[in-house]
């Protein structure tokens, strides 16, 4: 006669094992939440695509209000905070956003916008490259000093390494952002 284990204990053990592997699994889960995927493209007039589109205003240094209504923030820079609500004029500020309606009056309000992969940003702007020919606003807004590069976003290789040189062009010249003279602050924004 075997006085080894019951026939039971074995299908036991299978039920632990299963039970064992949908807890860890429940455990990951709320531990490592799904990352949400992009935000959904606007509907309607606001859906940009690659090409000329006219430009209604100018927000501010990184940011445009096109004629269909939608915003685009430009692509792999960051200049100067202008508008953000409670939150100081920052030096450079308001010359990037001059900089960017000289450049936008120059194009007569028409520019072409190509996009990297990622096309919207969290507060549902578009994310673009703006041309007029062949002169891109975003790295001549950088090459005068007036944005630093941001290269962690996804856009292709070639245009982070034209920022990056624009960049280092701009600190070894000194300009705007990078020289030794501060522009006198302009107070809060309301």
Known sequence: MNRGRRPYSRS???????????????????????????P?????KEVLTEGVHRVRRVVDGDTLLMQSGARVRLEGVDTPETVRENWP??????????????FIQRANNNVKLSFGDDRLDKHGRYL??????????????????????????HFSSALKRRLRLAEDDAKRAKRGIWSDTIPKPSGIRP
């Open 128 to 153: 673009a490259f703006v041309w007029d020919g062949d002169k891109m606003l975003n790295e001549e807004l950088v090459r005068a000093g007036l944005a630093r590069a941001r290269l962690g976003w």
């Open 89 to 102: 004029v920052e030096p450079w500020g308001p010359e990037a956003s001059a900089f960017t309606k000289e």
């Open 12 to 38: 036991l053990r299978t039920y632990w094992g299963w039970f064992v592997v949908v807890a860890l699994l429940v455990i990951q889960w709320f531990m490592y939440p799904p990352i949400p995927g992009p």
């Open 40 to 44: 959904p493209l606007p509907t309607g």
